[in-house]
C-alpha cells in the first residue's frame, strides 16, 4: 500500500516522548521521495498518452476510466507523502524549539541526532533567541531562564548530585549532595532544570535567615 | 483528504486517515492491482473488487472510481445494539483507536445518519462514567482496566479530566501564599465579645420600666 514508509516516520516521532528526539531517518525520507517520483514519472505517462490522443482531460477520462482512476490515485498519493514529510519535518522543528525552551542539556544532546539542516536551523534560532534577550538589542533578560514569574528573588534548593564547587554570578558554592543553599532564582533554575538541585518551600529550608 | 478546520499537521488525524475501511470499486485503475489488493492476480485493479482501502484514499477512489463504502463492522447494527444495552463496557481501543475520527471522516462520505447516532449513542454512554473516573479514581488495577477500552479521543478527554482535577487539589491544598485555597485560609480574627441575647432582653426592660415608671420584676 502507498504512503506506508512515510508513515513510519510520523510513527517515531509519534512514540517518542516530547523530551526526546529520534535520530533523522535520512534513508527513509529517501525512500518516500523515491516513491513520489515514481508516482509523479507513473503520473506523466499518463498524461502523455492522453496527449497523444489529442483529446481534451474531460473526454479522455470518459473514454478511458482505468487510466483516469489510476492518474487520480498517483496523485492523491503524492499529495498524501507530501503532507507526512512535511508533518516530520515540521514535528522535529517544533521539538527542537521547544527544547531550547525547557532544557539546555537536552537541546544540547539532541545535537547528534540532527541532520544538517535542521543543525543550522538550531543554531539560527539559537542565535535569534540570543539577540532577542540581549541587552542591547532585545528585552535585555534571559527568557529561558525562568519560565514562570517569580515570587522570590531567591530561592532555597537542596543538592541532589554532588557537583563540586560551581562558580555562579552571585558567588561560589560548594554542592555537596543533601546539602541546602540559598541562591538567585535565575541562578538556581538551570541546576534545577538539569536535576542537579531541587527547589525548597521556605518551611522545610534548614538555611533559613531567621534560623 | 483534509476537511475544513483540519490541521495539515495534525499527526493524530494523519494516524486517524491510516484506518482500514472495507470498500468495493466500482471502475477498475491500471497499473495499481497489486499495490492497492495485494491479492489481486494481475497488473491491474479490476472493477467491482472488494478491498480494504486507507481512510485518506476513500474520498479519491469514492469520487473517481465511484467506489462504494462499506461500513465496517465497528460501525454496524450489532454495535449499536451492544452499545444500547452498556456503552461504558464496551472496548472501542481493540476495534478501532480513532473510533470518533474515523466515523466523522466516513460520515463526510456516506452521509448515513445511523453511524452519527451510533456515535452520539457510543459518548452519551461513556462520556459520564469517563468523566467521572477521571476526577476520582486512583491509579491501580480498575484504572488500567478502564483505560484499556478507551479509544484515542476518549483517552485524550480523560487525561484532562485528571490533570485538571490533580490542578484543582494542588491549589485547594496549596501552602503558597500567592493563592490559597479556601480550606487552607486562615480562620478570621474575632472582634470584641457581643453581649448575649439576654443582656440585651434585660436592658430593654429596664429602658421600658424607667420611661413608664413601674418597676419592673
Known amino acids: 500500500m502507498f504512503g506506508k514508509r512515510a508513515v513510519e516516520l510520523i510513527n517515531e516521532i509519534a512514540n517518542c516522548t516530547p523530551e526526546n528526539l529520534p535520530a533523522y531517518n535520512d534513508e527513509l525520507v529517501r525512500l518516500v521521495i523515491e516513491e513520489v517520483n515514481e508516482h509523479y514519472n507513473q503520473m506523466s505517462d499518463l498524461v502523455r498518452s492522453m496527449n497523444r490522443s489529442g483529446q481534451d482531460s474531460a473526454e479522455w477520462g470518459m473514454e478511458h476510466p482505468e487510466e483516469a482512476s489510476a492518474l487520480v490515485v498517483h496523485h492523491a498519493c503524492i499529495l498524501r507523502n507530501k503532507r507526512l514529510l512535511m508533518t516530520y519535518v515540521k514535528e522535529r522543528a517544533e521539538r527542537i524549539k521547544s527544547l531550547k525552551w525547557s532544557s539546555r542539556t537536552a537541546a544540547m544532546s539532541i545535537r547528534p541526532q540532527l541532520s544538517a539542516t535542521e543543525v543550522e536551523f538550531q543554531q539560527a534560532y539559537d542565535r535569534l533567541l540570543t539577540k532577542y534577550c540581549r541587552k542591547g538589542t532585545g528585552v535585555g533578560m534571559d527568557l529561558t531562564l525562568d519560565t514562570t514569574p517569580p515570587s522570590d528573588p531567591e530561592l532555597s534548593v537542596r543538592v541532589r548530585k554532588d557537583c563540586g564547587e560551581v562558580v555562579l554570578p552571585s558567588g561560589t558554592f560548594f554542592l555537596k549532595k543533601n546539602t541546602c543553599h540559598i541562591m538567585p532564582r535565575e541562578e538556581a533554575e538551570g541546576l534545577i532544570r538539569d536535576g542537579y538541585v531541587e527547589a525548597l518551600e521556605h518551611d522545610n529550608c534548614l538555611l533559613r535567615w531567621d534560623t | ?217
Open chain 2, 1 to 217: 483528504m483534509l476537511d475544513e478546520g483540519q490541521d495539515f499537521y495534525d499527526v493524530t488525524s494523519i494516524m486517524a486517515e491510516e484506518t482500514l475501511i472495507p470498500a468495493v470499486v466500482r471502475r477498475g485503475v491500471k497499473g495499481l492491482g497489486p499495490a492497492l489488493d495485494p491479492s489481486c492476480p494481475g497488473h491491474d485493479l479490476p472493477a467491482n473488487t472488494q478491498l480494504d482501502l486507507p481512510l485518506w484514499l476513500l474520498p479519491t477512489m469514492a469520487g473517481r472510481t465511484s467506489a462504494h463504502v462499506v461500513l465496517p463492522r465497528f460501525y454496524g447494527e450489532k454495535m449499536r445494539r451492544k452499545l444500547q444495552a452498556g456503552a461504558h463496557c464496551e472496548d472501542l481501543r481493540s476495534r478501532c483507536f480513532y473510533f470518533y475520527d474515523v466515523a466523522q471522516a466516513l460520515h463526510a462520505i456516506v452521509q448515513q445518519p445511523a453511524l452519527s447516532h451510533l456515535t452520539q449513542l457510543a459518548f452519551k454512554g461513556r462520556f459520564k462514567e469517563l468523566l467521572t473516573k477521571a476526577h476520582t479514581a486512583a491509579e491501580g488495577p480498575a484504572l488500567t482496566k478502564l483505560k484499556g477500552k478507551l479509544s484515542a479521543e476518549e483517552a485524550a478527554l480523560f487525561s484532562a479530566g485528571a490533570e485538571s482535577m490533580a490542578a484543582f487539589e494542588r491549589w485547594r491544598y496549596s501552602t503558597s501564599t500567592a493563592i490559597r485555597g479556601p480550606r487552607a485560609q486562615s480562620k478570621p480574627r474575632l472582634g470584641p465579645a457581643r453581649p448575649a441575647l439576654q443582656d440585651i432582653a434585660n436592658q430593654a426592660a429596664h429602658a421600658n420600666s424607667r420611661r413608664t415608671g413601674t418597676s419592673h420584676q
